[in-house]
């Protein structure tokens, strides 16, 4: 991990919530032993680390600013199954049968966080039910054959929304039908983080933050980090940093990209935004990296998020993009002021699945969750703590999602281009549909 730290956490609507005694945790210091080390203090470690102290394991888990301080803390809040890669892909590298059992493990996911919620209580995690997934052109014969599809291969039930309702939910001419997800919803993700770390200390596990990893010695003995002020000795190392890893495993910092991604908090105005968005669900819609959002505060704001870029500093635009977005969405939204955006760096493999599994004896990795969602951090946590607890082999599920060379700057540069490309697609075929809707 990066040797820079940050006490505080970034400015994000997340953050403004939190309880005033929200205090840091101390940073490392001495020398520790555990059975298990984790770098990374995001919902992957968490989760991970919270399995193996209910395993009986000893736990230590370093984070270099705050627990949930990355993207963890930051992201949308949406819990829904699935994964960024879809499902065709996935069969396409790791065969028909293990799609199957991979989108099942993300059912899971979702299960996972709705037990935690419901063990642990966050207070004021504000769950929220129903994630709806849009169309921004005519696609009901497509949106109803993955309605049966799910219904048949996972006993999963979603509801089809034609247009009409779409547009009497969301009054917007942009979208056309959905599919809604009854099982899914949306929370407070930092929350969520800070309730899993209260929960891995509840249970003997120890968490130390302004803590980066500067020093991974693996050769042959047991492994040991080491930080600016001690290290830990551990009989394994698990590697749950994201987007914020730096090279403390160079073949994992080279197998994935840190991307960002964009999230706007608007002014409140209860009266606008309730007659232009009527209802309480998360939405998203199916263009690639497109938008997603959500009412927070009671209905009376909107968190909005959207958009990827490769570079690793802020647009100086940021707000007047993600507001044009909206604005080109909700035209009668417009007049909304940005109170606060932000961004986050998410790791994303060029596979676009999770990199979960043994890295050499004694060291794992459980990362690159960008676009995946809470749920995949939640069974990503899961199965590798499993894994190093020897109680089950399902990590093996992510085998065929390895280590890929993400192509260093060429990797950068190919993943922004085919994003641009994607988004001249999505326009050209937003542009037809609206020629459809002209001539009708």
Known sequence: MSGQTDSAYVETFYRRGLPADASARPALQGTLEADVCIVGGGLAGLTAGLHLVRRGRSVVLLE?????????????????????????????????????????????????????????????????????????????????????????????????????????????????QALYDPAAFHIDPLRYARAIACALE????????????????????APRVRTAGGEVRARDVLIASGGYTGHLVPALARSFLPIATYVMLTEPDPEAIGDAIRTRAGIGDNRRAGDYYRLVDGGRRILWGGKITTRTSEPRRLATLLHDTMASTYPQLKHLRVEIAWSGL??????????????GPGLWSCTAFGGHGLNTTAIGGRVIAEAIAGDSDR?????????????????????QATYWWLQANDFWRERGAGRDRSAG
């Open 202 to 221: 509840v249970e003997g596990g120890r968490v130390f933050e302004a803590s980066p990893a500067l020093v991974l010695e693996h050769d042959g003995a």
């Open 64 to 176: 270099a600013n705050r627990v949930g301080w990355g993207a963890s803390g930051r992201n949308g809040g949406f819990v829904s199954p699935g994964y960024s890669a879809g499902h065709d892909l996935i069969a396409r590298r790791a065969g028909p049968e293990t799609a199957l059992a991979l989108h099942r493990l993300s059912i899971e996911g979702v299960a996972i966080v709705e037990d935690n919620i419901r063990r642990l209580q966050p207070e004021g995690l504000d769950r929220t039910p129903g994630v709806m997934s849009t169309m921004r052109y005519d696609a009901a014969a497509a949106l109803q054959s993955r309605r049966d599809w799910l219904a048949r291969e996972f006993d999963y039930q979603v509801q089809f929304k034609p247009t009409e309702e779409v547009r009497s939910l969301l009054r917007s001419e942009r979208y056309y």
């Open 395 to 415: 990590h093996r599920l992510f085998a065929p999602f390895g280590l890929d060379w993400n192509g260093g700057p060429a990797g950068r540069a190919a993943v």
């Open 346 to 359: 998410m790791a994303y493999a060029r596979h676009l699945m999770p990199q979960i599994g043994p890295l």
